[in-house]
């Protein structure tokens, strides 16, 4: 049977450790499993459905042996995760444990930024007068900036209205984050409720929208104009009275 040697990396994406696999033409589904299998072990990073798909006959459907081949793994010390739409080996929830290492932690978002973080998750895309319409306070200046530094959220575009203002969105970086595959999976009042994170006797008619992203603008949004740099961050700005000094 002819063999023909390729290499899984891709010319557009981030090449995966040096790695390679024999691909038959005619190989069965076993085959096809070992050849995901190999790829996710060797991916430096998370990858979607067309990069297992470059490496598989036509007409291969990856989805259902992905979950194939995950549905193998649930009770293994590494699983097999989708994670914002992509796929990985991570190790499994229950012996994490065993391989968390005590590190400095550099920056701890202070509770108005996680309070920030949670609005724009929830309520994307969303302004920054209405973080603070929502919050009930003004946002301090750098607040916005620390989550657009760190990455788990990005400028999205411009409200229709006057003023223009910037709407917010997350990323896939806040997804891989908090081990979600899409917003949608934020936990609801229920969920909250029951770890204890919302009072459960709460005011009548609270309720928390259901999470919703896109790339794609909404009719009310318009794209960025190039002019949306963000300013510098809260501990680089000159204090009162060192303006001039």
């Given at each position: 049977m002819p063999q023909s040697s390729v290499m899984i990396a891709d010319d557009d994406e981030q090449p995966l450790a040096s790695a390679s696999v024999t691909r038959h033409p005619s190989a069965g589904r076993s085959q096809h499993l070992r050849i995901l299998e190999a790829m996710l072990f060797a991916a430096e990073t998370p990858l979607d459905v067309s990069q297992f798909q470059k490496h598989l006959p036509e007409g291969t459907d990856v989805e259902v042996l992905l979950r194939d081949l995950q549905a193998n793994y649930v009770n293994r010390g590494v699983n097999i995760v989708q994670v914002a739409g992509k796929w990985s080996i991570r190790t499994a929830e229950d012996l994490s444990f065993l391989l968390r290492r005590e590190a400095v932690e550099?920056?701890?978002?202070?509770?108005?930024?996680?309070?920030?973080?949670?609005?724009?998750a929830y309520h994307q895309p969303v302004t920054r007068a209405e973080i603070e319409d929502i919050r009930g306070v003004a946002i301090s200046k750098g607040t916005?900036?620390?989550?657009?530094?760190?990455?788990?959220?990005?400028?999205?575009?411009?409200?229709r209205v006057p003023g223009?203002?910037?709407t917010y969105g997350t990323t896939e970086d806040f997804l891989l984050h908090f081990g979600l595959n899409e917003v949608n999976d934020l936990p609801g009042v229920q969920e909250l409720k029951n770890a204890g994170l919302l009072d459960v006797n709460m005011p009548p008619g609270f309720e928390i929208p259901a999470p919703k992203d896109s790339s794609a603008l909404a009719p009310d949004e318009e794209p960025l104009d190039g002019t949306e740099a963000p300013p510098p961050l809260e501990k680089d700005l000159p204090e009162e009275g060192e303006e001039n000094s």
């Open positions: 550099k920056r701890k978002l202070s509770k108005a930024a996680l309070e920030t973080l949670a609005i724009i916005l900036d620390i989550l657009l530094e760190v990455g788990w959220a990005r400028m999205r575009g411009r409200r223009r203002p910037v």
